[in-house]
């Protein structure tokens, strides 16, 4: 049996252990950025709360299935809202009105990216 020196040993962990973490660390981001995929959904406005904070919009949809689907997402600063080529606050849409909201989901719930009324 061939007898391999201790610092050679340590030197093999050491590469080893470097090498999971940055793989641990390349997986996680990739994961991150997977999960910051925004959905769309097209529906029509069902709440709008521009008093309390965090501002927030719910949105009504049909999903392909015929089953209605509910969306609730937080309305940030920078979240786009237009009509048309114009840009709007979240103040000038109406309950009923026709909308398409890409959303994305964070720590805390969904978060609006843009609303884009029709």
Same mark, same amino acid.
């Given at each position: 049996?061939?007898?391999?020196p201790r610092m050679k ?33 097209? @529906? %029509?406005? *069902? +709440? $709008?709360?521009?008093?309390?904070? =965090?501002?927030?919009? !719910? ?5 392909? #299935? ?29 309950? @009923? %009105?026709? *909308? +398409? $909201?890409?959303y994305l989901k964070g =720590?805390?719930?969904? !978060? ?5 009324? #029709?």
């Amino acid at each position: 049996m061939t007898r391999v020196p201790r610092m050679k040993v340590l030197c093999c962990v050491l590469m080893l252990t470097v090498t999971l973490g940055l793989a641990e660390s390349v997986l996680a981001f990739s994961n991150t950025v997977s999960e910051q995929k925004g959905r769309t959904l097209q @529906g %029509e406005v *069902v +709440a $709008i709360n521009v008093t309390d904070f =965090p501002q927030v919009i !719910v949105v009504k949809a049909m999903t392909v #299935k015929k089953q209605e689907l509910i969306v609730g997402a937080v309305v940030e600063s920078g979240t786009v809202i237009t009509r048309g080529a114009q840009r709007v606050t979240l103040d000038n849409l109406k309950v @009923g %009105e026709s *909308v +398409a $909201i890409t959303y994305l989901k964070g =720590p805390d719930g969904l !978060v609006a990216h843009s609303i884009h009324a #029709k």
